[in-house]
């Protein structure tokens, strides 16, 4: 049986009548005791019998073509079972959703670190010596490396706009900003680096590997490698964490499968963690203009957000920084204009957040910049400038609680104390200030299935090719299959992350949670109008509850309704017209205490909290966890994390976690999450929207707001490393 | 080259080739897939493991300069069903998200709070001598080579300073 969603019309809420309970509920993953006993297998960890193990070469030039892999010498090594390359290997990983190879071919170079061979030998150490010795040649071309300086600098037609009369507001305006901010290249590091073991099973390739979006997955590898998609099956149980590195099909799978295929017998290809940084994708550098104009209400009359940023030739995506600009704030007369100017680096691709990350690094700093210039508390502004309807499109919100999640911050932290004047707060060395800013992220609902099946012992089994990269899918579809069907979370067993299972929405763009959730809630509602029918009463007036059901009069344990035969319904959510009719979003808003050494210019954060509100929440405990994920990464964002290009030939200089700067243990306080109680009737059948996004977009202009509260000096050029600070503190 | 390693108390012998780090030998030869690799090069703490009682980074020395050692991994610990009280604490702390930094994590922490029972000072840490008072401050300072990119350092903290006994739940 099916059940089908077009998300064409708000829906009832029918999780607010279920009997169970334990939806919401703050309930420890049920994965829990295999991570933390390290009995969880990630891809690199299934070991295979006869498995050979491969070590990917890249490119020392940063443009040009491969001559020759030079390989006689390191084919005659011990251990060495092959040398492989290519026109069918991938030039960097596809980009999220794309369903199809991304650029291929091992011969023509586009980055310095594009990965050009694969070293297949019987050991690991036997592999990666003989990578080292492998010395292919190279002819280069010139190339473009740095976008401020590159020849192509696109503007593509439909990521323009121009409304009204921005120049004529900035002019008639009461108070305005005109800045630039520029935020520097990110990279998602997750801990996990890129793996994939590929074994050939007949024409069968089975992919072990650690990926985010399998549905797309397995259409990319199978493209990329030239066989059916009915031929690729990947395996995805445990991933360890993506941040949107994993969306797309990378390098290491589709070397990994050739030469499997080839040789015969599985291999196991790992990248590096200097390979993930350069050959997997890196969020793109931005600098971006805002220029915002009020009356004298404070009310928004411009809001102008041009940005460039930069991606190699060829690629599709380009960071979408105005992704929240365009429905946060009022402002009649509106500009974007967007520069992607086409350089020789690392793919630039979707980094958890791809467009708020760094956009509202921006906005919400040239916000707190507007409110100072017009005498306005910052928080006041912002409430100020909450649209009635959508200023582009006129189209009205769903559920919107951001000027509630300001509101409650504020009492929270204490905002009524905050000094406007920056400066004022010293203990000893620490200056200390606060700063707020608001949190946005577009809701997206995505196209999903899952199998439910009710069995005759009265437990539930979940399946859909659904991953879990950390973001608490376990929890969350156990839950919602326990509250439907009025089980205890423990008679749920989740099966996730393979192919063969019905295909969902993957993890990405915090879609996943309420898109596999609204396919698993559709499947139990179907499974609910059965049991509805075997007991005798309307599917409405049926109750679950710990294994029993009652209606019509009457009450029988679930096992006895199971005694004619298990249940099994395929559940199916599509989104509809409500994403096209209402704008849906997630918000919050970001309160930050930091203390700015007046004598090195460090900055600590001392205290941190988000209000946030996201429709209904799932699991407390798991939602929780990816808020504090999000503000970390804001932390990370506005204080360490800079990918540093080397501006001769565009290579990655930092490319490892000594280098690159991720938030440590140290650099993080005990933070304080809050959710607000709502539902959104538009989002989907559960009324939930998307959340493990939402806690870094504006994160990081807290943190900045913050530090000019604290001492006085607006870094426009993220992030705020000592140096910038000291150097404007001396003035 | 022959090995013997006596691994959460048993004893494993093995041939190999003398460039293999620790943390290969656990995850490639024996099956001791839980100790973790992030970096390879010390940068991240996701292979801590306890050798001779004090925590280490495995992959920044080699299987061949261990002939004899005593090594506890995260496997050493407890399993699903009989879990030590730090991994359990883990669990209900969220002391992760994707669980790949999480057995080194705990490794470490295991380590951590030795070195604290011994009086071991930190850079936080008010005085050189005497006890030291496990605040959130030392706790998130000793555990700073630790990596989490999922973040889950309130849980991280939460979860230590519990299992030690400095605050209830
Ligand atoms: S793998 Fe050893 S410290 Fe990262
Ligand atoms: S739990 Fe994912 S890196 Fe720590």
Redesign the pocket.
């Known amino acids: 049986m099916n059940k089908h969603l077009k998300m064409d019309a708000p829906q009832k809420r029918v999780l607010d009548e279920t009997a169970q309970g334990t939806l919401g509920r703050p309930l420890d993953r049920p994965e829990g005791p295999l991570k933390v006993s390290g009995r969880a297998a990630y891809s690199a960890e299934y070991q295979l019998p006869n498995m050979a193990t491969g070590v990917l070469v890249r490119a020392t030039i940063t443009h040009g073509r491969m001559t020759s892999l030079n390989d006689e010498a390191v084919r005659g090594m011990p251990g060495i079972l092959g040398v492989f390359t290519g026109e069918r290997f991938l030039r960097n990983p596809a980009q999220g959703g794309a369903g199809k190879a991304p650029v291929q071919g091992a011969s023509e170079v586009a980055y310095l670190g594009q990965p050009v061979a694969l070293v297949v030998a019987e050991t690991f150490e036997q592999a990666r010596h003989a990578a080292q010795q492998l010395r292919p040649t190279f002819a280069g071309e010139p190339a473009d490396t740095h976008p401020e300086h590159a020849a192509q600098v696109d503007r593509p037609d439909k990521k323009q706009l121009d409304q009204g009369d921005v120049d004529g507001a900035m002019q008639a305006a009461a108070a305005s900003v005109d800045v630039v901010y520029t935020t520097p290249p990110h990279s998602s590091a997750?801990?996990e680096p890129h793996a994939s073991v590929a074994e050939w099973q007949g024409d069968r390739l089975i992919l072990r590997g650690s990926y985010q979006m399998l549905k797309y997955n397995k259409k990319e590898l199978a493209d990329a490698i030239g066989v059916a998609p009915e031929n690729v099956r990947i395996l995805s149980p445990y991933v360890?964490?993506g941040f949107g590195s994993k969306l797309g099909i990378a390098p290491e799978a589709v070397s990994a499968a050739l030469a499997a295929r080839e040789l015969g017998r599985p291999v196991r290809v790992v990248m590096s963690r200097q390979q993930v940084f350069e050959g997997t994708m890196r969020r793109s550098e931005t600098r971006q203009r805002l220029r915002l104009a009020v009356d004298a209400d404070g009310v928004l009359t411009a809001l102008e957000h041009d940005a460039r940023v930069s991606n190699l030739p060829g690629e599709s995506f380009s960071e979408p920084v105005q992704q929240a600009t365009h429905f946060l704030y009022r402002g009649e007369n509106r500009r974007h204009e967007n520069e992607i100017a086409r350089v020789h680096r690392t793919c630039a691709g979707s980094v958890r957040a791809p467009g708020e990350a760094v956009g509202m690094l921006a906005l919400e700093a040239a916000m707190d910049e507007l409110a100072e210039a017009a005498g306005i508390d910052p928080i006041e502004l912002r409430k100020r400038n909450i649209p009635d309807t959508h200023p582009e499109n006129g189209i009205p919100y769903s559920a919107r609680s951001l000027a509630e999640c300001l509101d409650e911050g504020a009492r929270r932290f204490g905002w009524g104390q905050r000094d406007l004047r920056p400066g004022q707060r010293r203990e000893g060395e620490w200056l200390i200030g606060i700063g707020v800013a608001a949190a946005a992220r577009p809701n997206i609902l995505s196209d999903s299935r899952a199998r439910v099946t009710l069995r005759e012992d009265a437990t539930a089994l979940v399946e859909t090719d659904m991953t879990d990269i950390?973001t608490g899918t376990y929890s969350v579809l156990s839950q919602l299959a326990a509250e439907m069907l009025g089980l205890p979370v423990e008679s749920v067993e989740v099966r996730l992350g393979d192919t063969d299972l019905p295909p969902a929405a993957g993890s990405g763009g915090s879609w996943g949670a309420s898109s596999s959730g609204s396919s698993v809630f559709l499947a139990c509602r179907g499974i609910r109008e059965t049991l509805a029918r075997r007991i005798g009463c309307g599917a409405e007036a049926l109750t679950l509850q710990d294994g029993v059901a009652t209606g019509g009069n009457r009450r029988e344990t679930l096992r006895d309704l199971l005694a004619e035969g298990s249940i099994e319904v395929e559940g199916h959510i599509e989104p509809g017209e409500t994403a096209k009719e209402v704008s849906q979003a997630s918000y919050g808003a970001h309160f930050v205490e930091v203390a700015v050494s007046a004598v090195t210019g460090e900055v600590r954060v001392r205290r941190m909290l988000g209000v946030f509100a996201a429709g209904r929440i799932l699991n407390e405990k798991t939602a929780r966890s990816q808020c504090h994920g999000g503000m970390i990464w804001g932390i990370g964002s506005a204080l360490t994390e800079e990918i540093a290009h080397d501006p001769r030939d565009g290579h990655i200089v930092n490319r490892d976690l000594a280098e690159y700067h991720i938030p440590v243990n140290m650099d993080v306080p005990d933070l304080d999450v809050t959710f607000l109680e709502e539902r959104d009737d538009h989002a989907s059948p559960i009324q939930s929207k998307g959340i493990g996004e939402l806690g870094i977009s504006g994160a990081g202009a807290a943190v900045i707001n913050a530090i000019y509260n604290a001492c006085g000096v607006r870094v426009r050029d993220y992030p705020a490393t000592p140096d910038k600070i000291i150097a404007q503190l001396a003035e | 080259m022959q090995t013997t390693l006596k691994i959460n108390g048993e004893s494993w012998t093995l041939d190999v080739d003398p460039r293999t780090s620790l943390l290969d030998a656990l995850r490639h030869h024996l099956d001791l897939t839980g100790t973790k690799k992030g970096c390879d090069h010390g940068q991240c703490g996701a292979c801590t493991i306890i050798l001779n009682g004090r925590r280490i980074n495995s992959c920044l020395t080699l299987a061949v300069m261990h002939d004899g050692d005593e090594i506890t991994t995260i496997e050493g610990l407890g399993e699903p069903g009989r879990l030590n009280p730090m991994q359990e604490a883990f669990v209900r702390h969220d002391g992760?998200?994707?669980?790949?930094?999480?057995p080194g994590?705990i490794m470490s922490a295991t380590g951590m709070l030795d070195e604290v029972s011994q009086g071991w000072p930190s850079h936080v840490s008010a005085s050189l001598e005497g006890d030291v008072p496990l605040s959130r401050e030392e706790v998130a300072e000793r555990m700073s080579g630790n990596?989490?990119?999922?973040?889950?350092y309130p849980g991280i903290v939460r979860a230590i300073r519990e299992t030690a006994g400095e605050v209830s739940e």
């Open positions: 997750p801990m360890g964490g950390g | 992760y998200q994707c669980g790949y930094c999480t994590q990596l989490c990119r999922c973040s889950a």
